[in-house]
């Protein structure tokens, strides 16, 4: 067991009091949170130690410990949150890093997605949505991340920024030009959408757990934030819907659950507008965010992963344009 993960048992059982016993280091990706699975006597999984490197302010904080009461009050399967021996909500370790303590939730992530689980999958986006605007929850945005609409109203700085903090991969960069212009060609309408839901940020299958065939867990509320929800659904199909991982040709058979899901599950149906925009939302979700990557870079962590990624879901988004259209325009989707 490496050092980093003795001290993060030790972290555990001195500031939460569980009796955590062995650890293993969870996550990957594009990510730069540090994120361990504790287990007890036996060598269950029993809770989750989370480094939330992304945005660790203490406002931030107190709003995502109270968006996952929050959450579990409208019924969705998010976990626990455990507090400090001494009822805070996170603990420090010796380098004045926060860590939060929640329970590990049952199931195993969503990587292969099937029509029934698709479908559950947009009920539970649909609850998230339907969430109410918490009066006694203020919103405390996520520091490191640009605007959700930065390439909408500002397009040139947020281009001059990432350019900056991408420097040396140029090449890579230079692929999202087109797609910048698509975005503003097709996307414009984006800008004018005024109602605003919680929106997850991140609803993909890595991000959902399932088992015998149900949800069991919805993770990562790290990025979560007053949007447009159509930006949330986009991002649900484009990363439920797609053939498999970095293959983003989306499947009519899983598209249709998901947006008929939805359609069933949310408090008011997508409007033909919203319909009209879910491929230009797509789009949008995958171009950069300077603030991710300076995360990323302040961590170690590779860009070139998180700048070839997304180009490659866009290109294949271009692609599809034509055929996707009826499917995610359609009044009826089954």
Known sequence: MSTDLALEITL???AFAVPARGAMLLGGGA???RIVALTDAAGQARWVLRCPLRDPRPARLDFLLGFHRLAQAGGLPVAVPHPTFDGRGWAEDPSGRPWVLLEYLPGRPLAMVTAPLAEQAAHQLAALHRLPAERALPVVEVAPDSPWDAWLTAPDDTWQATAEIADGY??????????VGLLHQHGGALRSLEAKQWGHGDFHGHNLLHQDGRITGVLDLDGVGRRPRVTDVALAVLMLARTGGGDYRLQPDLTRP?????QQHSATPLTPTE??????????SQLPDPHHLTALRRVGRPLAPA???PLAALGALHHQHAALAPLLTAGRTR
């Open 275 to 284: 319909r009209a925009l879910l491929w230009p939302a797509m789009v949008l």
């Open 31 to 33: 990510t730069a949170n």
């Open 12 to 14: 555990a059982r001195e």
């Open 170 to 179: 140029h090449d890579l960069l230079a692929g999202y030009r087109r797609y």
């Open 307 to 309: 700048l070839a990624r």
């Open 258 to 262: 998901l947006l008929t899901g939805y």
